[in-house]
């Protein structure tokens, strides 16, 4: 892998000759790996999601994006548009590092609409010649003709007294119609928290202080922040860096999380539950939610995770955006479905049903690369249940089910080439209900397992071989009833 120096990490893509661009291009083109129905950089480095929201008939995403190879460097925005949230129309770069308060990075942020209009909220990143960081928040108004006006100088000029300048990731919200923008932050003793600023203009911020949450010394930093209001709760998501993994909890090198309760915005006191994960996979970080057409909470995750290395790296670029997900909660917790559009990617139906034992390899007869997988377990005697997806001779992505602890586990320890600076090859996550469904997507080098209606999600990327299609099922004592249903799908990538 290529050592990038700094210098190389904060070129300019509009200072690089438009042959290495193509050139870029075309190499990124012929991985093997390329996605066909997530979002992905045509080059490059794609993190999180950006400015997510339904204005005007349209679906607007962005993603923080490095062009130039598959490190964090430079960073823009690249924008898409969509009607479903399932086709996508690429519309190139929307914002760019070309202020003095942004010259270092376009980083992280949201997308709101005021006064008929789009706005974008993010943290320019700008160094100075002794490369110390200085972060501002800043606004941009798309305009009618689809570029972007930036305001003229910051909104939020410098973090408050006592805190260092981590201070990222405004998500902007509207509460009792007022205007809020909740801020990720660092505390001189190096302690993450959150900070809450309110606006009646947009123009003016007003900071009105810190989150009182039960959460002390939770990791060193709180990035990409949101705040928003479900089924009667308050809901806080947020991204905590420097949490000790416990047990079958925080095996990432960085989680993502919530929080449910109920936020007074007076005092500031968020009375809450207890922290818990949205996704148990390997690859899962910054996620973003927006409201849809029809009033649905929307997540949207970074496939990837910061400081580890991938497969593709290799081949100059890194990353997609997960499916998007409808946001709902029942019995105290948060439940996350896949978007019912999704339906429109389907073809080619294949079902099967049918008892499979310790002797079974391969109860149904389909294979793939890209499909939609519904295991429905309508009668469970096994003690423990093995589903392999990606199988080849030498490869498999195994998903297994133990009934007696109750417990989910991916492991793709044999799912082809594997990326660095991960604990482990397998991640696993204790059900609250029996094993009742599983709906799985797969893409060509990704896996989304959606458990029992949404209670629980492992998302995470695979780098099998290209002959490696098969979808075997085996249990390792007695036997399992099961309904198979599976279509695949074709994205506006192949």
Known sequence: ???????????????????????????????????????????GLLNDPNGLIYFNGKYYISHQWF???AVHGLKYWYNYTSKDLVHFQPEGVILSPDTKYDSHG?????????????????????????WQRQATQMIARLKDDGTVEKFPKPVISHQPEGYTSHFRDPKVFSHNDKYYAIIG???????????????????????????????????????CPDYFELDGHDVIMFCPQGIESEEDKYQNIYQSGYLI????????????EAFLELDKGFDFYAPQTFLDENGQRILIGWMGLPDTTYPTDEEGWA????????????????KQRPIKNLEKLRYNKETALGYANKFTTK??????????????????????????????????????????????TLDRTESGLLPGNVEGTTRSTKLDSSLSQLRIYVDTSSIEIFCNDGERVLTSRIFPDNNATGIKTSTESGQVYLQFTKYDLKGDNQ
């Open 1 to 43: 892998m290529k050592e990038w120096t700094r210098e190389e990490r904060y070129q300019r893509m509009e200072d690089i000759d438009s042959d290495k661009l193509l050139e870029l291009k075309q190499q990124t083109q012929l991985s093997p790996y390329r996605q066909t129905y997530h979002i992905q950089p045509e080059m």
């Open 67 to 69: 062009p130039l190879g």
């Open 106 to 130: 376009v980083y992280s942020g949201s997308a709101f609409e005021y006064q008929g209009h789009l706005y974008y909220m993010y943290t320019g990143n700008h160094r100075d010649h002794d």
């Open 185 to 223: 932050a660092q505390t001189n003793d190096e302690f993450g928290k959150l900070l809450l600023y309110q606006t009646t203009d947009i123009v003016n911020w007003h900071y009105l202080g810190e989150i009182k949450t039960k959460l002390n010394q939770f990791g060193y930093m709180w990035e």
């Open 261 to 272: 309760g109920d936020l007074n915005f007076e005092t500031l006191n968020f009375d809450h």
């Open 319 to 334: 990353h997609c955006l997960t499916l998007p997900r409808v946001l709902n909660i029942e019995n105290g917790k948060l």
């Open 363 to 408: 109860l149904h007869p389909y294979e793939g690369k890209q499909y939609e997988l519904i295991i429905d377990i309508l009668e469970n005697d096994a003690s423990e249940i093995y589903f392999e997806l990606r199988t080849s001779k030498n490869q498999s992505t195994v998903i297994s089910y133990n009934k007696q602890m109750n417990t989910l």
